[in-house]
């Protein structure tokens, strides 16, 4: 009759502690992080909020590219029909880390509910990751997060070694979850 195939994942879980504010946020993310925060906005990096999916896809497209990875023109259609419906319908926000100069570097895509935001996707330019833009535009959306009320970050897992280290450097919990399927 068949069978359930268990994996066990995990994602991780940022606290919005009431009692904590951005500064204390701040200083419970690794110091690699906050160095990199501190940085990027020494060198006049900013961050603003765009509907502009474009530059997700590009910045994207020049990550995937570095990592040797690739993905269909479907799962790119896909995404882009769920960033389209977060940020038409106000349950998404897409940050922009931007030079001084004004051209974008590194962005990330979080949407959220009343008590969670989620972390969906970021990217960044091979260009300007020793710069640590990806760090900047991080911090900014948690501290968003925060400002909207929100409870908790979803960091949508942690199971790449890579990826994985950079979100739990933001001092995240470690949560399991299963992806069950029907063979």
């Known amino acids: 009759l068949g069978q359930f195939k268990i994996n066990l994942r995990y994602t991780g879980i ?10 204390g946020l701040f200083k419970s993310a690794r110091l690699k992080r906050r160095r990199d925060y501190r940085m990027t906005e ?3 990096f900013f961050s603003e909020e765009s509907a502009d999916i474009d530059i997700l896809n590009h910045l994207q497209d020049l990550t995937y590219n570095r ?15 769920i960033i389209d419906a977060s940020l038409l319908n106000g349950f998404g926000r897409l ?53 909207q009320g929100l409870k908790i970050v979803d960091f949508c897992g942690i199971n790449s070694p890579n990826r994985g ?17 029907w063979k």
């Open 14 to 23: 940022l606290n919005l502690n009431s009692s904590l504010d951005n500064d």
């Open 95 to 147: 940050l922009v880390c931007k030079n001084k100069n004004g051209n974008p570097v590194s962005a990330a895509l979080f949407i959220f509910d009343n008590k969670c935001g989620y972390y969906i996707i970021g990217a960044t330019d091979p260009e300007y990751r020793k710069f640590g833009t990806g760090s900047y535009v991080m911090f900014e959306q948690i501290m968003r997060c925060k400002e």
């Open 42 to 44: 020494k060198k006049g």
């Open 165 to 181: 280290d950079f979100k739990t450097s933001f001092n995240l919990k470690p949560m399991p979850f299963f992806e069950v399927t």
């Open 67 to 81: 990592q040797g990875i690739t993905i269909s023109g479907e799962e790119k259609k896909n995404l882009n029909k």
